[in-house]
């Protein structure tokens, strides 16, 4: 069993930065890929970032290349969503999730484990 707890969501401005990050437990999370998705009211939710297990891989949704980055660091049991450049329609509540799949089967979101979510609120 894993479990898993965001942090680091918040309110900022347009154009700030944050950091999500998942922390979690059980001995066999470096043996998983871990993604970050977000669901925004009224939209379905989609995946955002992912990594593989052992960090090799990434992957990000178009839309936000260039602005997001995801790491993880598997001695701490964390994953990491470092936010940069954050607009309006970043705003969600973010979850991290994970599971032992290849991150390009991520975005159907058919994983076992998932955190409880943290809110971003982007300002204009």
């Known amino acids: 069993q894993v479990q898993l707890v965001e942090s680091g969501g918040g309110l900022v401005q347009a154009g700030g930065s944050l950091r999500l990050s998942c922390a979690a437990s059980?001995?066999?999370?470096?043996?998983?890929?871990m993604g970050w998705f977000r669901q925004a009211p009224g939209k379905e939710r989609e995946l955002v970032a992912a990594?593989?297990?052992?960090?090799?891989?990434?992957y990000y949704a178009d839309s936000v290349k260039g602005r997001f980055t995801i790491s993880r660091d598997n001695a701490k049991n964390t994953v990491y969503l470092q936010m940069n450049s954050l607009k309006p329609e970043d705003t969600a509540v973010y979850y991290c999730?994970?599971?032992?799949?290849?991150?390009?089967?991520?975005?159907?979101?058919?994983?076992?484990?998932w955190g409880q979510g943290t809110q971003v609120t982007v300002s204009s």
């Open positions: 999730a994970g599971d032992q799949v290849k991150i390009a089967t991520m975005a159907s979101g058919g994983l076992r484990y």
């Open positions: 059980g001995r066999t999370f470096s043996s998983y890929a």
């Open positions: 990594i593989s297990w052992s960090g090799d891989s990434t």
